[in-house]
């Protein structure tokens, strides 16, 4: 059984998607269908490296030109930065699942739609979540816009809580409480227009994260004692964390 559900910077209502209309459009899906995508025979994957230049290039000044200027102008080498370096980790996606997911979501908002989808045979109709919804935004997300993310609130049917972070879409989420850094709003009434909602929230230092776990908490079970074997009896245990997958350094697809 589902206790509750947590989203975190995501997309169900996909009306306004920002910046990211730039990079996708009829013609570049329809592009992608007929090369990787599976029409007409073609199938393919979509490059992971592909993929992690379409989102440097969401935030230019940052991502590109910031390296050409400070790596390739001065010879400076760039600091290390661990969000950086794990955003870079990029991976492969499969040609049909990538076309798919740009067709029936950006282009044409159908997840919204009850019973438009079907997902393993099964119709997706997302008012029919009526569990407790923790629904989390980042202020500056480049690639979920904080009112997009909010519009969940009307979608889903429970008892949906929206708190809005700063920064952005992975900054924002990661926060460590620890380092007691950035803010948060919080209102637990819910307004008509994510506008409304900031206007009464309540501006609350440091990291999101300890407002999480106290609402999570509530649905909680039983605490019990930390497993000491790997798999079951179905899944049995197949190598050391945290595997070789991850390990692996993505490639050009082909």
């Known amino acids: ?15 306004d998607t920002g910046i990211l209309d730039v990079f996708i459009d ?3 899906v ?22 992690g230049n379409t989102f440097s290039f969401l935030r230019p000044n940052d991502l590109v030109w910031n390296y050409v200027v400070e790596n390739y102008l001065k010879g ?4 290390p930065f661990d969000l950086l370096y794990w955003n870079g980790d990029s991976t492969n996606l499969p040609g049909p699942m990538y ?16 019973g438009k989808l079907t997902v393993c045979g099964e119709k997706v109709d997302l008012g029919k979540i009526t569990v407790p919804a923790y629904i989390y ?47 948060y709003f919080e209102n637990n009434k819910l307004a008509k227009t994510a506008d409304e ?14 407002n999480y776990a106290q609402w999570l908490e509530q649905f909680g079970g039983k605490r019990i004692q930390a497993s000491k074997t790997f798999g079951n009896a179905r899944y049995k ?6 595997g070789k997958y991850v390990k692996e350094k993505v490639t050009a697809a082909t």
């Open 1 to 15: 059984m589902v206790a509750s559900l947590t989203l975190l910077t995501t997309l169900l209502d996909f009306s």
């Open 26 to 28: 009829e013609g570049m």
């Open 30 to 51: 329809k592009l992608r269908e007929s090369t990787i995508g599976g029409e007409g025979g073609h199938f393919g994957m979509m490059s992971g490296l592909e993929l």
């Open 76 to 79: 400076n080498s760039p600091p």
């Open 99 to 114: 076309c798919w997911y740009l067709r029936h979501t950006y282009l044409q908002n159908e997840l919204i739609k009850p």
């Open 137 to 183: 935004a980042s202020h500056d997300d480049h690639i979920v816009p904080w009112k997009s993310a909010y519009e969940s609130t009307h979608i889903l049917k429970g008892k949906n809580r929206f708190v809005l972070g700063a920064s952005g879409h992975i900054a924002g989420v990661i926060n460590p409480p620890a380092k007691n850094k950035r803010h």
């Open 197 to 210: 909602w900031l206007s009464a929230a309540k501006d609350i230092k440091g990291s999101w994260w300890p």
């Open 237 to 242: 245990k197949l190598e050391a964390a945290p």
